[in-house]
């Protein structure tokens, strides 16, 4: 079992920067990949970015590619996701999910474990 905790999401400006940060507890975390995931309201929640146990590849959806950067730091069990040039539709609750698959992946339903999520709203 691993317990995910999500912290860091607030409101801020259009073009402003958030850090988002996934604090994991449980089983070893350098076993994991970890990915982002958001969802809007009424809306599917959708694939942010992803990274390998290594820190060593990552990958982002189209949307934020350029903007965002993911990264983790195992020595303290914790994900990051650096949020740039934020846009009103980044607006969304935000999750961390772990895998034990070491690839990087982009489907949801790959992922056996997830946090509460962040609520981070942009606004215009």
């Known amino acids: 079992q691993v317990q995910l905790v999500e912290s860091g999401g607030g409101l801020v400006q259009a073009g402003g920067s958030l850090r988002l940060s996934c604090a994991a507890s449980g089983r070893t975390f350098v076993n994991y990949a970890m990915g982002w995931f958001r969802q809007a309201p009424g809306k599917e929640r959708e694939f942010v970015a992803a990274i390998v146990w290594s820190g060593g590849s990552t990958y982002y959806a189209d949307s934020v590619k350029g903007r965002f950067t993911i990264s983790r730091d195992n020595a303290k069990n914790t994900v990051y996701l650096q949020m740039n040039s934020l846009k009103p539709e980044d607006t969304a609750v935000y999750y961390c999910?772990?895998?034990?698959?070491?690839?990087?992946?982009?489907?949801?339903?790959?992922?056996?474990?997830w946090g509460q999520g962040t609520q981070v709203t942009v606004s215009s």
């Open positions: 999910a772990a895998t034990p698959l070491p690839v990087l992946v982009t489907i949801r339903g790959a992922y056996n474990y």
